[in-house]
């Protein structure tokens, strides 16, 4: 990596940018437990989480591992049930990525996807 690629990048807060590390380390599979989680109640447990999106084990807990790197799902074993849940911090990145891409003018690449 270029000195001025790592310049720009440094300029992400850390916490952004395991956010963003964490959705996209697994192709879509961290979106779709990130929607699922957002979707649901209450926390879920892995054995919901598997059996609704059939990821193989293996692939959820690497998923489940990015997303909790990245502060943006935490296991919550005291919670009843016990699961997987979004963090306050996911659902503030979730939050201000739904809110820019909701104005067309601050996003031209989504025209072009």
Do not use: C, K, W
């Not at 961290?30 to 990821?55: H, K, Q, S, W």
Request: net charge negative; aromatic share 6%.
């Amino acid at each position: 990596m270029s000195d001025q690629v790592a310049e720009y990048a440094e300029r992400i807060p850390a916490e952004v940018r395991l956010a963003l590390d964490g959705l996209t380390g697994r192709t879509d599979n961290g979106y779709a437990v990130v929607m699922l989680l957002l979707e649901a109640d209450e926390p879920m447990r892995f054995g919901e989480i598997r059996e609704e999106l059939g990821l193989h084990q293996q692939t959820l807990t690497d998923t489940l591992e990015d997303l909790q790197v990245g502060g943006v799902v935490q296991r919550r074993p005291d919670a009843d049930p016990g699961g997987y849940s979004l963090s306050t911090f996911g659902r503030r990145i979730l939050d201000g990525l739904y809110e820019a891409s909701l104005d067309p003018v601050e996003a031209p690449m989504a025209e072009s996807v």
